[in-house]
């Protein structure tokens, strides 16, 4: 399995960046995609989550309403759209899926500054 973030970025606060994960070697329909971060010095947190076929969607409170993180599956690609992104929302955002969740892609950086 293999998992490729891409997208991210410096932006200021206020602004968007769209954030992208190819998939390859699984069943990608089959299968559910989480997206997670890591802040600076801080644990790697969850923050959004989407079922199978997208039936279910899950968010961290701290992104609730401005991030939201569609799936195209012809495509083999989830997203996770950020908007209204704050200072507080700098850092590696990582994709996993996989059975039990245990693929992870490589990372991609976003810093939110003024």
């Known amino acids: 399995v293999r998992l490729v973030e891409s997208g991210g970025g410096s932006v200021q606060p206020g602004e968007s960046l769209r954030l992208a994960c190819e998939a390859s070697?699984?069943?990608?329909?089959?299968?559910?995609f989480k997206w997670h971060r890591q802040a600076p010095g801080k644990a790697r947190e969850f923050v959004a989550l989407?079922?199978?076929?997208?039936?279910?969607?899950d968010y961290a409170d701290s992104v609730k309403g401005r991030f939201t993180n569609p799936r195209d599956d012809p495509r083999d690609t989830v997203y996770l759209e950020m908007n209204s992104l704050k200072p507080e929302d700098t850092g590696v955002y990582y994709c996993?899926?996989?059975?039990?969740?245990?693929?992870w892609g490589q990372g991609t950086q976003v810093t939110v500054s003024s």
């Open positions: 989407i079922s199978s076929r997208g039936g279910t969607r």
């Open positions: 996993n899926s996989g059975d039990r969740f245990r693929d």
């Open positions: 070697g699984l069943s990608f329909v089959n299968y559910a």
